[in-house]
């Protein structure tokens, strides 16, 4: 069985502000949510919404990125017209990087220093990756598979791709994806440790694709979109925003902390698009995973290069780490706010992007947003290790 497979809804909460509408808002005008963080820069998540219709004594003991987790989840499914609790084998698959880091090292913290009497039973549950995940399914009642990817920086466009094939085999009608992220200290300094941060003011950070760019920014947050079959999003009158045409995972190996030399998201690109029968002139823009290191801009451009072949000079192409930083969860608000890109007809700026490195040789979305309609978008992730996804969004029913 293969179904055609749409995009019905989205949540977000992250450091644009939270829902949809704020992050939108936030990417059109190019805007930024960068602070100071000792010598480094972060994209922090600052104002976490209350429980909401979730009960005060089970939203206390969720930790913080499973509380972005379900906020975002929540919104997603209402956008979608669906109700948290309903039944169904509606699924979920969640990308993260850092979920249950932070538990852990507090969880661990206590334990050596004070033994186990001292340590909370209650913060157990929350110090794997996996918790986000199955605290989203135990607060909405999902009862579909329930599935976490950890891919590095690819972990959200991964579960995006995951959950789209989920659908498209026939496993399940509809399955609830993204990403979900918290900022962990302790990667922060090691990432510092090995110069892959920005280090400065956020006013003068050059954004991915700048001329001067020398390190990402890290960031938080969590994006989710529901993906049904195209038939049941139909029997619910339910408003499709985009079609998912293609998607692509592959792995090019290198270094641990680094991004691999070899192009491997070429491969990504080339089979996302052999799935949504397109040829190169037929994209209309592409949301990258670039984040403003100096080596993964270059190594996504050469791949977009060999990827889409001439037609990738004209091609628009926007970034939006400029403004929500790096996280395993950037790549689903990527895929999010390309689906609104195909359904509202705009094309985000590079946030903070003002003098694009010309050496790329990409037409590169700088200063205002651009208005036109859009009959493909290309979303790629890059993770650090290798990890590569690619997914390909249409117009609905076209």
Do not use: Y
């Amino acid at each position: 069985m293969t179904r055609r497979v749409v995009i019905t809804g989205g949540g977000s909460s992250g450091p644009l502000g939270a829902g949809v509408d704020a992050l939108i808002e936030g990417v059109v005008a190019g805007r930024t949510a960068l602070a100071r963080s000792g010598r480094t820069c972060a994209a922090r998540v600052r104002d976490i919404a209350g429980p909401g219709p979730f009960h005060p004594n089970v939203w206390r003991r969720l930790d913080r990125c499973s509380r972005l987790a379900a906020t975002a989840a929540l919104e997603a499914l209402e956008r979608a017209g669906l109700r948290a609790g309903a039944g169904g084998a509606v699924g979920l698959v969640t990308g993260t990087m850092t979920a249950g880091v932070a538990s852990l090292t507090a969880f661990l913290t206590t334990l050596f220093e004070e033994g186990p009497a001292s340590v909370s039973p209650l913060l157990f549950p929350v110090t794997v990756p996996n918790a986000p995940a199955s605290q989203c399914s135990l607060l909405l009642g999902l009862r579909g598979p329930s599935l976490t990817v950890s891919q590095m920086e690819a972990s959200g466009l991964a579960a995006v791709a995951t959950a789209a094939g989920l659908v498209r085999d026939g496993v399940c009608d509809v399955v609830l994806a993204g990403g979900a992220d918290e900022r962990v200290p302790e990667f922060e300094a090691a990432w510092d440790r090995l110069h892959l941060l920005f280090r400065g003011d956020p006013d003068d950070f050059p954004g991915p694709f700048g001329r001067g760019r020398r390190g990402f920014v890290p960031g938080e947050g969590a994006s989710f979109v529901v993906l049904e079959s195209r038939e049941a999003a139909a029997r619910r009158g339910a408003v499709a925003w985009a079609e998912i045409l293609g998607e692509s995972m592959t792995h090019a190996p290198g270094p641990v902390h680094r991004w691999p030399a070899d192009p491997g998201i070429a491969a990504a690109v080339g089979s996302a698009m052999a799935q949504a029968r397109l040829g190169p002139e037929e994209i209309g823009c592409v949301v990258a995973g670039a984040n403003g290191s100096r080596v993964l801009d270059a190594v996504e451009t050469r791949a977009i290069l060999r990827a889409l072949g001439p037609a990738a000079r004209r091609i628009p192409v926007t970034s939006v780490k400029g403004g929500t930083g790096e996280s395993g969860s950037a790549s689903s608000c990527a895929l999010l706010v390309a689906a609104c890109s195909v359904r509202q007809g705009f094309i985000p700026p590079v946030a903070g992007l003002v003098q694009p490195d010309a050496e790329l040789g990409l037409n590169i979305v700088v200063g205002n947003a651009r208005r036109e309609p859009l009959p493909s978008v290309l979303v790629n992730a890059l993770g650090t290790g290798g990890s590569c996804a690619t997914v390909v969004l249409g117009r609905p029913g076209a």
